[in-house]
């Protein structure tokens, strides 16, 4: 198989003004059949292609200061019979209606965005937006937009109108948040090997309390339990295998006064111990649920892991994409002016521990900069061959995603794909073609931002050979700004006209 040289330049692939571009916000919404097409849409490729993320980067002119406050955008791509139909939507939260009608900023956003008008209109005003960016899942029958500190907002997935919130079937109680990274365990062996879909929330506080929900495919909850960990705890995602939760808390600490007086967001007051061990804790999904165990190890710091699973009684493998430190803004300027060469870059490493021994190993599984891993979702919690990432140009310099990456964790072997230096990638998608019999028999569909034309491109590669590019591009007749998560559905969904 094809191996892509590396890109043999250490010049910068992009330019930061291309990047910036692709942060503007998108305000209108739309909804059309894709007739721009270069190649062929494969014609076993059937169901629909959620993506959330933040739509909008400013509330009626104000900036947010960090994308993670921007305001949720679902954006739907169905596919049937070779063709593709378009829909995008801001998922309609209480707070995002009550700032359309004022016209103006009301809320704090957790990673900073403080209203107009400094301190005396910010300070003890605790309030946070529900702004459901992070990802979007079709679950027990509803489409999902989960943003990770609060309940999430269920759309109806033919028109992507917002319904409003969703307890899930009284699963939440009002005010419990329920994180934006589930897994789908696809053979859940305490449900007769029927898929189930395991979530948590964090409450944090001195102490974490750490709740874990497993629910059946209709939607209805199956398990739920909760445990405390010591300390404050920041944790975005974690990983499943058939018996256990895994969590990675990475070495923070949180000193709430800023926030509380104003002058930074909830999520700027994290500040990261490099020198302090992550704990890994390590949860039965099993009842009684006990027997937490708890790991110390050197991890950095982690948002994102691609998958765990158990080599034998005794050993657990985790995946995960590490940084060396949590990068922060500084006070002044914008996001868009971060200088990439000065912050940590993301590497997938393996981490592998050993239950009985209490003794963790990590190992680097490949140094190209990466984020956004995904796997065949039939591979979840169990040994896999070939993780897929946004990945940069130049493999060991920090920068932008502008690359698609395949990595075979067998052989070591890499594929790659790079839109640089006009084009921007973000996570991809596998979709496994039916009746797949390889781990690699499908379809990555990567969003890309093309900043020579400002418009955004849907870009279908076939997994087993992602170097010859795109087998389809489907050219969207505007931009959707750099998106968080996404996930395939099955199920064809288009609005009947
Ligand atoms: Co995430």
């Given at each position: 198989m094809v191996t892509i040289s590396q890109p043999s330049t250490n010049e910068k692939s992009y330019s930061q003004e291309d990047w910036k571009r692709g942060y503007e916000s998108q305000k209108g919404e739309y909804s059309y059949w894709i007739e721009k097409i270069e190649g062929h849409i494969p014609l076993d490729l059937e169901g629909t292609l959620f993506r959330n993320g933040p739509g909008a980067l400013d509330v009626h002119g104000t900036p947010v200061r960090h994308p993670f406050?921007?305001?949720?955008m679902i954006t739907a791509i169905a596919f049937r019979g070779g063709k593709a139909y378009f829909q995008n939507s801001f998922v309609k939260t209480k707070e995002f209606m009550e700032e359309q009608k004022a016209g103006k900023m009301l809320y704090r956003g957790v990673f900073g965005s403080q209203k107009p008008g400094g301190l005396f209109k910010n300070i003890f005003d605790l309030r946070l937006k529900n702004i459901a960016n992070t990802n979007v899942i079709y679950w027990g029958n509803k489409l999902l937009a989960l943003w990770e500190a609060a309940e999430p907002y269920r759309l109806d997935p033919y028109t992507l109108e917002t319904l409003g919130i969703d307890y899930l079937d009284?699963?939440?109680?009002?005010?419990?948040?329920?994180?934006?990274?589930?897994w789908i365990d696809p053979h859940c062996k305490m449900d007769n090997n029927e898929p189930c879909l395991v979530n948590f929330a964090i409450q944090p506080g001195p102490k974490t309390k750490i709740n874990i929900f497993e629910m059946s495919p209709s939607g209805k909850l199956l398990r739920r339990h909760s445990h405390d960990v010591k300390g404050f705890a920041f944790i975005h995602d974690f990983a499943i295998t058939p018996n256990y939760c895994i969590f990675f808390q990475n070495p923070v600490t949180y000193n709430p006064f800023p926030f509380l007086f104003g002058l930074k967001g909830a999520g700027e007051c994290m500040s990261f111990e490099k020198d302090q061990p992550t704990s890994i804790i390590i949860i039965p999904r099993k009842a009684p649920y006990q027997n937490v165990k708890v790991f110390q190890a050197k991890a950095g710091f982690i948002f994102h892991h691609a998958n765990a699973f158990e080599k034998d009684d005794q050993t657990l493998c985790i995946d995960s994409v590490c940084y060396g430190?949590?990068?922060?803004?500084?006070?002044?300027?914008?996001f868009k002016d971060v200088d990439f060469s000065s912050i940590s870059p993301g590497q997938l490493w393996r981490f592998t521990?050993?239950?009985k021994e209490e003794n963790v190993e990590k190992e680097m599984l490949d140094p190209w900069v990466v984020e956004f891993p995904v796997i065949h979702p039939q591979k979840v919690g169990r040994d896999y061959r070939y993780v897929y990432l946004g990945a940069t140009h130049n493999p060991e310099i920090n920068a932008p995603l502008q690359g698609l990456l395949k990595l075979d964790l067998?052989?070591?072997e890499r594929q790659f794909y790079s839109f640089a230096p006009r084009g921007f990638a973000g996570e991809p998608i596998f979709v496994p073609k039916p009746n797949a019999q390889k781990e690699d028999e499908g379809y990555v569909l990567v969003l890309t931002y093309n900043s020579a034309s400002h418009t955004s491109e849907l870009v279908i590669f076939d997994a087993q050979n992602i170097p010859q590019g795109a087998i389809a591009t489907l050219k969207l007749n505007h931009h959707i700004p750099y998106g968080l998560h996404g996930s395939w559905a099955d199920q064809i969904f288009i609005p009947e006209s």
């Open positions: 406050d921007g305001d949720g009284d699963t939440l109680k009002p005010g419990e948040s329920f994180s934006a990274h589930p430190e949590l990068s922060q803004l500084n006070n002044e300027g914008s521990v050993d239950l067998q052989t070591k």
